[in-house]
Nanobody
Framework: QVQLLESGGGSVQAGGSLRLSCAAS??????MGWFRQAPGKEREGVAG????????YYSDSVKGRFTISRDNAKNTVYLQMNSLKPEDTAVYYC???????????????????WGQGTQVTVSS
């Protein structure tokens, strides 16, 4: 059974930074991603990273501000979030995929397992 456990969420003022972590256990899938869901909105893909870290994708809304990385020795994926904005407020989810397929890293349907989510709140 794959388990994903996020940590690192919290409250921060606009312009601040947070780093989310996702610790994976069980059968380790190769492709990892971060998604978020704001109140009243659909869940959206934020970032994805391939097994070796050689392929990384970001949504336009976070490109240049967020950085996804992974430490395979620790089975952990990170999301460094800088220059946070109030519109970044959401529950952030870590997800694992056996294969992104042709539709890519930011598509929810491509992911098999999900963490429970961690709240990020950015105040103005």
């Amino acid at each position: 059974q794959v388990q994903l456990l996020e940590s690192g969420g919290g409250s921060v003022q606009a312009g601040g930074s947070l780093r989310l972590s996702c610790a994976a256990s069980g059968y380790i899938y190769k492709y990892m991603g971060w998604f978020r869901q704001a109140p009243g909105k659909e869940r959206e893909g934020v970032a994805g990273i391939s097994p070796s870290g050689g392929f990384i994708y970001y949504s336009d809304s976070v490109k240049g501000r967020f950085t996804i990385s992974r430490d395979n020795a620790k089975n952990t994926v990170y999301l460094q979030m800088n220059s946070l904005k109030p519109e970044d407020t959401a529950v952030y989810y870590c997800a694992a995929s056996s294969d992104w397929g042709s539709s890519g890293a930011l598509v929810e349907a491509n992911y098999n397992y999900w963490g429970q989510g961690t709240q990020v709140t950015v105040s103005s």
